[in-house]
């Protein structure tokens, strides 16, 4: 039977990258976006709406003339905040519960929930991570964390009572087409237009959009009902980015590293300058644990059910640069 894509977030940056691949190969699109977005993704049916509102989500449920109905669930908010935001609680948690109910309600043929790697509880330094299906609020760190293995928990539970849901952890999503401020999409920037003079110690785990993307769309058809799938690339130090960046772009080359107690110390006032300032901050005590965290990722079960691949992040740092000089951001 034909089937017919639900993606929620549609307008965000993973999101709107699912949407447009999924209309490149000639599938059928619903995408639920929040009223007033700016960034509506082409050629898609579009479905104005908020997963914190139940109500008004369900024509995207309906009136599916025959098809089979696959759910994939994006919306979310990142946040690297360190103190407690309801909003991010509201989206990620009951926006979560609010798509899944739906999704029992309306019987549909599968829902791909796209989680984390931060829900994860993690292990120690030097041990590789790989997937679990023991997820709590109580096992992992920070308020994002938090938020995502509530939700990871309330979706393999209704796998468990019959739903056709898997799960998908992607790491530290970068690459062109992110109409926001994700995090390497805001140190490319800031590193372009001069305003960042010292870099900090740590790395992560730095996946391409587009290979998250191409997995998640592969689970549709091969994720097992109850399995959880990591989709990460590799650990790089912030370092090694910088400097790719430098070798990219010919721009003047980060020397200055700023020691872990510096940034540690500083962290909360940048939070507040960023706050006055109205943007998303580059750097928070949360941020900095995270980059100090142990990001040793496995993504071989993905690999080896899902077929998934990764690029070289040098090429995800180059079409980045060049999609922000295409938007004029920089």
């Not at 977005?37 to 579009?46: T, V, Y």
């Not at 309306?106 to 041990?127: D, F, Q, R, T, W």
């Not at 059910?305 to 079409?319: A, F, Q, S």
Request: aromatic share 10%; net charge neutral.
């Amino acid at each position: 039977m034909e089937k017919l894509y639900l993606v929620t977030g549609a307008a965000g940056h993973l999101g709107s990258v699912i949407t447009q691949q999924l209309i490149k190969t000639g599938k059928y699109v619903r995408a639920l976006v929040l009223p007033n977005e700016k960034h509506i993704p082409e050629l898609a049916d579009i479905h104005f709406g908020d997963v914190c509102d139940k109500e008004s989500m369900k024509p995207c449920f309906e009136n599916l003339n025959g098809r089979d109905l696959v759910v994939i669930h994006c919306a979310g908010i990142v946040s690297i905040a360190s103190k407690f935001n309801q909003a991010v609680f509201d989206v990620n948690v009951t926006g979560t519960k609010n798509i899944v109910d739906l999704c029992r309600e309306y019987n549909v043929s599968k829902l791909i929930y796209v989680s984390s790697v931060h829900a994860i509880p993690e292990k120690p330094n030097g041990i590789t991570i790989t997937e679990t299906t023991e997820f709590s609020p109580d096992h992992v760190v920070g308020l994002y964390a938090k938020t995502k293995a509530e939700a990871t928990a309330y979706v393999l539970a209704a796998a468990g009572q019959g739903l056709n849901a898997c799960v998908v952890h992607p790491s530290g999503i970068t690459g062109p087409y992110d109409h926001g401020r994700g995090h390497i999409t805001t140190l490319v920037i800031d590193y372009y237009n001069r305003r960042l003079t010292s870099g900090v110690n740590g790395g992560y785990d730095f996946v391409d959009v587009r290979d998250v993307a191409d997995g998640i769309i592969t689970a549709c058809d091969k994720g097992r009902q109850g399995e959880c799938y990591i989709l990460s690339n590799q650990f790089f130090k912030v370092s090694e980015i910088l400097t790719m960046l430098h070798e990219i772009t010919g721009k003047r080359k980060i020397k200055n590293y700023l020691p872990l107690w510096f940034v540690k110390g500083t962290a909360p006032m940048a939070e507040l300058y960023y706050k006055i300032l109205k943007q998303p901050p580059l750097f928070t005590s949360y941020s900095i644990y995270t980059l100090n965290s142990n990001a040793l990722f496995s993504h071989q079960k993905a690999t080896t059910e899902l077929g998934y691949t990764t690029r070289d992040i040098k090429e995800t740092l180059n079409d980045t640069v060049t999609w922000l000089k295409e938007n004029g951001r920089i």
